[in-house]
């Protein structure tokens, strides 16, 4: 992490605009509660908000692209308006374009590309940032898929196998974020090597997304009999401790249900790094004798 120029992690508030999320569904998925919960999520620290209107829990089923569209773009547009810098959370090309067109800044594809393949065009086309998350199909059939002899090799060489495809339909490198896919097609172990090998993943060149933000391998840490009994503000607690992790790995973004304890989180390691040795060479000039 190179802390001569150290940035604040950005914090991503994520708003379900569906009924069936694993976390929230139901409570945002009538406009005008959504567009509220968007604009409480930036008074509370989000400098992004992810507004998703089809769910990638365990076991959901695909939305139609039409019902896809009808939920996301009226409240992109007004949350847009009111002066909000959004993510759009799709894996459809379709639904990537209106939301841009709507006000939607950044592309946000869990398949990175994989499940329509005109999205990584359209980002190219809109010169908009777009997420690429490490995706081995939709979690539906991610039974078969949980396998790795290496994780972390492994998914930072598909990652680059997505990053070389974008760039090759005319993607910007410098509009590629990475994402590595904590929860899709990996069990607990899996998650936890991931974050013991961010480093890894910022070195990959490419802006840095960490979304583990209340997943089950949170909720059976802090409750290994039944993770459905984990608290909500223990999952948070856990969440801004990773956020942490991140923020020192040196993580563009972090995608949470709760931005306040986030945020905060990131702003203390952004101090630290601001005031740490290395971002003030010239105050430590010595090579390790006493002072005179």
Not at 179 to 207: C, I, M, T, V, Y
Request: aromatic fraction near 4%.
């Amino acid at each position: 992490m190179d802390h001569s120029a150290v940035k604040t992690t950005q914090v991503m508030g994520v708003l379900n605009v569906t009924p069936d999320s694993f976390s929230d569904g139901g409570l945002w998925f009538d406009h005008d509660r959504a567009v509220a919960h968007g604009l409480e999520l930036m008074a509370t620290g989000a400098d992004i908000i992810d507004v998703g209107g089809e769910s990638t829990r365990p076991g959901s089923a695909r939305v139609d692209e039409a019902e896809e569209l009808r939920r996301v773009v009226p409240v992109v547009r007004e949350l847009a308006a009111a002066g909000a810098v959004i993510s759009v959370d799709t894996m459809r090309a379709r639904v990537a374009e209106e939301s841009l067109a709507a006000g939607a800044d950044i592309i946000n594809d869990v398949s990175a590309g994989q499940s329509d393949p005109t999205m990584l065009s359209v980002a190219a086309e809109t010169s908009a940032p777009i997420v690429l998350m490490h995706w081995r199909g939709y979690l539906g059939q991610a039974s078969a898929t949980f396998h790795y002899d290496d994780v972390v090799a492994e998914v930072i060489a598909e990652l680059r196998t997505r990053i070389d495809e974008a760039i090759a339909v005319g993607v910007k490198p410098e509009n590629i974020i990475v994402d590595p896919g904590l929860g899709f097609s990996k069990n607990a172990d899996h998650n936890w090597q991931l974050l013991a090998a961010l480093d890894e993943f910022a070195a990959l060149d490419h802006r840095l997304l960490v979304a583990a933000s209340r997943k089950r391998f949170i909720a059976s840490l802090l409750s290994p009999d039944d993770p459905k009994q984990a608290e909500p503000a223990a999952k948070d607690q856990a969440t801004a401790t990773i956020s942490a992790i991140s923020a020192q790995a040196g993580a563009w973004a972090v995608r949470v249900h709760d931005p306040a304890t986030s945020a905060i989180a990131c702003k203390v390691i952004a101090a630290v790094g601001q005031h740490s040795p290395a971002a003030h060479p010239a105050a430590n000039p010595g090579s390790g004798g006493v002072s005179q």
